[in-house]
Structure formats: structure tokens, C-alpha cells
């Protein structure tokens, strides 16, 4: 079982303790990005096994129906892709 | 949607505890070590195993480069944001480790051996690498050496502590307060690091080293000394002559680097000429100082 998507091979992550704040880095020079609140959202559930339905779990928890968020979740996932901060698939062997 | 980017000055709702920072500074490190070949262990702080000292702070990253790599690493390093502030013949009175610092990820000590090991620091770092384990910080797999190894290490880096209340506690958790099978792991380290001098410290029995040339360095490491006193004993404890000359002529030496960080600008000539001729004055005051509360005790 794989999830959506997966942290890139130059990206450093890290999640609070409250799983509140996702704070990513590139490396290895950086910057660091905070990711918070419905972004935070959406890294974990894109990042959590079974891919399958990932948006709807974001949209159970922000508590507003998949169809109103979908443009958003999909711009955020473009801006992490060109960022390079994800990549698509199943994690390296 | 709240994405921030936390630059040198985080903006409001965009800061990043130091933690954070400290563990991306880990993951930075390995990510370049593994691009150039580089062995490296990641010592204390944010890699220490949590059951040694459970609740124990830190400011900045360690690590332990295999000493041959080195300049390797340094030049890498330098590629990728971090920028040298204390070279290793002016970073301490063990002249072990050189500081970088990276303004998303903080201070860096990148140590080219571990006071207290050796005499041979490719030898003791075979040993720690023989038995590495890995952790995860910032999201990459780091390389550490093992539990019994990491306390080891702990009680040597207290052993040079002085008084700190920090290195204090650290004995109390991983020395003291420990069964007697866990000290016996830790005795068969210190021999597989010939670590013995820097050990005694913990056991109290540092005077049975009296004749080893780096005994000095511990003793002022371990109870205190002047500035003088300190310098003595980096020169009784350098290998050779040209070792010994070499470290005499930095103790009279300004650390410009060093200095720039303090006055956190670049500095004149006319700076570092004030402080080559103030410190062996301070370094003076404070021998007739020590001399002074000896003799006010010694009539007492």
C-alpha cells in the first residue's frame, strides 16, 4: 500500500509533537518551510498510506465536502511538486 | 493555506523552534556526507539516545567526521551554506573541533576527534563506526555510535565540564546511577577508546596519570586554571617540537575569527592589535589573581 505522495530525496521533515506544524527543509542548504493548519492536513494525509481517498480524509478532517476543497488541495500539491519538496510513487527500495 | 517560509528573521507564525533547526542541521550534514563519501557519526544533543539522559538541552548540532575526511567535509560544507566562524587550532584548548554556522540551521561542531580518545583518532573512530547505529533526524537516517559507546562519550565530554551543573547531571545519569553491568559496558568502551586519562576524571583518579603529557590538559579541563595555565598544558600535551611551537606561537596569536564573532562585525587592525597586546595582560591578571586567593586561603 503507498500513499499519494512522498517526501523528496533533498527534503528534510519534521512534525511537532502535537502534529500540529510540519516544518520542511531542503537540503541540504535549505530554506525551511512551516506547513500549518489544512496544509499540515494535507502533507500528513498525502504522505499516509492508502493513496486511495487521501482527499476525502482531508476533507473529513478541515470538515467541509471533497468537491469545495479540491482546487486548493491540488494547487498546494503543484506548489510542494515544483518545490521539489515531494515526488510521486512508491518510496525508493 | 499556511505555508511559510522561514527565512534568517522568522515572520510571525513562521517560527521554527531551535530543535527543529538543530535536527536539520543533522540531516544536512549526513545528506552531504553520503553525496561525497563521507563517514560520519552524529555526537550528543538532538542524536544522544534519550534513555542515557532523558531530559537534557542543546544549542547546536555535533558531529564526528572519520579524521582523513575532514577537509573533504569542510570544503562541501562550504559549497552548501555553512559558513566557517572558529577554525580547530582556536575552537578549544583540545583544538578537537571547528564551529560552522548555516542561517536556517544554526551552529554546527564538526569534530575532527573526541577529547579523550585516542591516541590515535583514526583508530578510535574505526572502533565507534564498527558499532554505529542510525537514528532519524530532520527526516534522514543519521549514523550514531552505539548506546554504550554514546555513554562513553558523555562522560568523557563531562569529564573535561568542570563545574557545570550540566556535566554534573550527565555523570549522575549514565555513571553513577547505573547497575554494575552497565558500567562494565562502558569500561569496555573506554578500553576500546583508549580513553583511559580522559575516564579518570569520573573515577577520581586522575593523579594516576600524572606522568602522561596530556595529564595538564585535564587537570585544567577538569578543576579550572588561568588562561597561562591552560596554555602550559596545550603545549606540554602537542606532539613534538614543531607541535609545541606551533601551539605556543597561536597562544600569543589573535583568533580574528573569534573575535569577530564577539564584536559581531568585521574588526580593524587597529582591534586586533588591542587584543594581542590585552590578552597576555588578562591572561597576567588573572595568574596573580589565582596566586592572590591561594595565599589569602593558605592563611586562613
Redesign the interface.
Known sequence: MTSAFR?GS?????V?DDGQTV?L?H??????????????V?WDEGTTAPAEGWVERVAASVGEPSAAIWA?VEA?VS?LRERRLIEDGPPDA | ???????EVPTA??S??LE??I??AH???Q??ADRCGADLLHVKGAALDPTLVPVRGYSDADVLARPGQVRLLLDELRG??WELINSFAYGSSFEHSATLR????GLLDLHRIFPGTGPDPEAAFDELWRDHTTVTL???ECAVPSRDAQAALLLLHAARGGKDPKAALDVEAVWTSVDEAQRDRIRAWVDRLDAGLGFSVITGTLEDHRDDPAYDLWRVAALGGTRVEEWRARVRAAHGLRGKVGVAARSVLVNVEHLTIVRGRPVSRGEVLAEFFGRPARGLREQLRRRGRKREGDGA
Do not use: Q
Not at chain 1, 537540503?27 to 499540515?40: D, K, M, N
Not at chain 2, 493555506?1 to 527565512?7: D, I, K, Q, Y
Open positions: 517526501p533533498h527534503t528534510g521533515v519534521t511537532s516544518y527543509a537540503l541540504p542548504a535549505g530554506p525551511i518551510l512551516v506547513l500549518e493548519g489544512a496544509a499540515a494535507i486548493d498546494f506548489d | 493555506m499556511a505555508t511559510h517560509e522561514a527565512t507564525g513562521a521554527v523552534p527543529v533547526r535536527g536539520f540531516a544536512s550534514l545528506w552531504i552548501h551554506g548555516h542561517k536556517d540551521f530532520g527526516g534522514v
